[in-house]
């Protein structure tokens, strides 16, 4: 595992930034995994900074993202389809049928699991895999639990991680009880893994993640057996690992 130990939140972006305009500079093509959350804020920030520049070309870019709340639609601005359009899909020029998230309002779950792993397999696989991580260890929606789960499921998120997202919601009975996650099958094929990690708040999880023994207790551990993780944090969340 490479790990890149940024001074704060802003480097951290850039550092993280700079990995993913490689790999679309490299491969634009590039199928890139995304995630949400307040984390990738600032890299997405300065990817689209690079796009405005004229820097990074993103027309043929494409993305499937990590997760997507059941029952909200693509026009809730809580979904994670407004936040990925609000925060880079808009502001890129990335072409919008190249982009793939669950939908929050499928009528048939069990159908669409089975089609967001259909697209994810018909791209051949993910390219770089872009992670943050829960409190509680999850990644994506992948919540500690008796086994890791391969494909494309319903979670039924934990009390912590609705604790966590409320801040997003007027209240936590907002926040849905249940989300469409990736399952980790795709997350351990992609060709590279690159995980951003910010504050102090993390740093107890950094730790039993990549410091501790591979469980499905701690779903992010299984990021140990990956070939090419890079681990990109600030001093804070960095601060306790081994
Ligand atoms: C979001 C996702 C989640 C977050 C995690 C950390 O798509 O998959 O696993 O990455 O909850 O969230 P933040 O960055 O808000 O601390």
Do not use: W
């Amino acid at each position: 595992m490479k790990i890149h130990k940024t001074a704060d939140y802003e480097t951290m972006g850039r550092k993280a930034a700079d990995i993913v305009a490689a790999q679309i500079t490299l491969k634009p093509d590039s199928v890139l995994g995304l995630a949400t959350g307040s984390t990738p804020l600032g890299l997405y920030a300065r990817l689209v900074e690079r796009h405005k520049a004229g820097e990074l070309d993103f027309a043929r870019v494409r993305t499937v993202n990590l997760d997507e709340y059941e029952g909200l639609a693509a026009a809730h601005p809580q979904s994670y389809r407004f936040y990925m359009e609000q925060n880079l899909f808009s502001k890129t020029g990335i072409c919008p049928g190249n982009t793939h998230l669950p939908d929050g309002l499928a009528a048939d779950p069990a159908a669409e699991c089975a089609r967001y792993d259909a697209v994810i397999r018909g791209f051949g696989g993910i390219d770089l895999q872009l992670l943050g991580i829960g409190h509680d260890g999850h990644i994506g929606f992948n919540e500690p639990g008796g086994h890791f789960e391969n494909d494309t499921h319903v979670a039924v998120l934990t009390p912590e991680t609705i604790d966590a997202n409320k801040r997003f919601f007027t209240s936590a009975a907002e926040v849905p009880r249940r989300a469409y996650t990736m399952g980790i099958r795709p997350i351990m094929l992609a060709g590279r893994v690159l995980v951003v990690v910010s504050g102090v708040d993390k740093a107890d999880i950094v730790r039993r993640a990549f410091s501790g023994p591979v469980t499905p207790a701690v779903p992010a551990s299984i990021l140990q057996m990956h070939r090419d993780v890079t681990l990109v944090g600030d001093e804070a969340a960095l601060g306790k690992l081994l």
